[in-house]
């Protein structure tokens, strides 16, 4: 007895992974899964694409979870230094595909915007692929111009162009969305990284006056900005999704009307099972469910910065930068999300990161995963004295 005793002592755990954050990402998924169905079924029912079948966003999404799932496998077998090595080609890569959406008779066009290539049965949107490709890209940057953190010139510019470069392209589909969340994840990296604060803050209150004067630039967004200030002005115009969101968070009130018992989803809430599906929980699972669903990103944003920083404590800080990098993404996006269901922001055509159909964002968003927890998976290794 005291030999088998030692022996399970002595033997190193079995998972040498974060449990808590697998079951967080789980749990967001299920939720996704259920609440998905449950958004879509009005909308595949009368859409006669769908061929009148009120599982089909069913299906297709739990395909693109199978999809994102075995990616994340995939990506989670490799090492953080073959990542940092790569990194420039697969920004390189990502800019590629930015341009070629842009190309005539290529790039697929959907309600005014052209974000999609067409892979035959299904459209990447390639804006999702580059959130991922700028962690990589922007954490081995400030890696390797860490000496350089607090030259402007020498250290932000550089960075400053590309990122730029970027932009220009992603305004052009348009998708100001992605343009946010992918400036706010180079930003985040670059102060993380060591960028000086004085710096950082001139370069913040410059973003935010350059992104009010897009805004104001753009007659359709300064639209959306109207009627974010008053949906109740106009509701049946410029106002209407917000609106009929507001509609659906008060009639959740604590505890929901009951899974399946939204109204808004009978074709009155427009993207119910993408950019809107907060409201559809809200409505369905009331006050209970939409602490649930924050309390979950808040302990996903949580234990990516928690795996950051037992990477630096590490010494290994292009881990450390694309972890913190993966909890800014999914913490600003599902941030910005929740804020346009609730009327806390403009409208900005972002879905919910795990939980919103969408193939290109759940399989990115599960990569960008299968990364982070290769991230800690290393620390593990290294603190119980194995090479990684």
């Known amino acids: 007895m005291n030999f088998f005793t030692q022996a399970f002592r002595q033997r190193?755990?079995?998972?040498?992974?974060?449990?808590?954050?697998?079951?967080?990402?789980?749990?967001?998924?299920?939720?996704?899964?259920v609440m998905v169905y449950s958004a879509s079924i009005a909308m595949a029912e009368v859409d006669r694409d769908t061929g009148f079948r009120s599982t089909y966003f069913l299906l297709r999404h739990g395909i693109f979870l199978a999809v994102g799932l075995l990616a994340a496998l995939v990506a989670f077998q490799i090492p953080l230094r073959t990542w940092q090595q790569y990194a420039p080609?697969?920004?390189?890569?990502?800019?590629?595909?930015?341009?070629?959406?842009?190309?005539?008779?290529?790039?697929?066009?959907?309600?005014?915007?052209?974000?999609?290539?067409?892979?035959?049965?299904?459209n990447f949107q390639p804006s999702e692929a580059m959130k991922f490709c700028v962690v990589l890209y922007a954490a081995d940057y400030t890696v390797r111009k860490a000496t350089y953190m607090h030259s402007l010139m020498k250290g932000f510019f550089p960075m400053a162009l590309v990122m730029l470069i970027t932009g220009g392209l992603?305004?052009?589909?348009?998708?100001?969305?992605?343009?946010?969340?992918?400036?706010?994840?180079?930003?985040?990296?670059?102060?993380?990284?060591?960028?000086?604060?004085?710096?950082?803050?001139?370069?913040?209150?410059?973003?935010?006056?350059g992104f009010v004067a897009m805004i104001v630039a753009a007659p359709y967004r300064y639209q959306r900005l109207i009627g974010f200030?008053?949906?109740?002005?106009?509701?049946?115009?410029?106002?209407?999704?917000?609106?009929?969101?507001?509609?659906?968070?008060?009639?959740?009130?604590?505890?929901?009307?009951?899974?399946?018992?939204s109204v808004e989803k009978l074709s009155y809430l427009p993207e119910a099972h993408?950019?809107?599906?907060m409201a559809i929980i809200a409505e369905e699972l009331g006050f209970v469910g939409v602490a649930l669903v924050?309390?979950?990103?808040?302990?996903?944003?949580?234990?990516?910065?928690?795996?950051?920083?037992?990477?630096?404590?590490?010494?290994?800080?292009?881990?450390?930068?694309?972890?913190?990098?993966?909890?800014?993404w999914i913490g600003v996006q599902s941030v910005i999300n929740m804020g346009v269901n609730m009327g806390l922001l403009p409208t900005k055509g972002l879905t919910l990161p795990l939980l919103s159909f969408g193939g290109s964002g759940i399989v990115m968003n599960l990569v960008a995963l299968g990364v982070l927890l290769r991230c800690d998976w290393e620390n593990r290794q290294l603190m119980r004295g194995y090479t990684v």
Not at 230 to 252: C, M, N, V
Not at 274 to 277: A, R
């Open 12 to 33: 190193p755990p079995m998972l040498g992974y974060d449990q808590a954050l697998i079951w967080a990402v789980l749990a967001l998924l299920s939720i996704g899964l």
């Open 89 to 122: 080609y697969l920004f390189l890569i990502g800019a590629f595909l930015l341009v070629l959406v842009l190309m005539p008779g290529i790039g697929r066009e959907v309600n005014g915007s052209k974000r999609w290539l067409s892979l035959m049965v299904v």
């Open 170 to 209: 992603l305004l052009a589909e348009p998708d100001f969305g992605a343009l946010v969340v992918i400036t706010a994840i180079a930003m985040a990296i670059l102060f993380l990284g060591g960028f000086d604060w004085r710096l950082f803050a001139g370069l913040v209150l410059i973003l935010v006056l």
């Open 229 to 261: 200030m008053d949906p109740w002005a106009d509701p049946y115009g410029k106002g209407y999704q917000l609106s009929h969101s507001l509609i659906a968070f008060g009639r959740g009130e604590w505890y929901g009307v009951g899974l399946g018992g």
């Open 274 to 277: 993408t950019d809107f599906l």
């Open 294 to 328: 924050i309390c979950l990103f808040a302990w996903l944003a949580w234990r990516a910065f928690s795996i950051g920083m037992q990477a630096a404590r590490l010494e290994r800080y292009y881990a450390a930068l694309v972890a913190q990098g993966v909890g800014v």
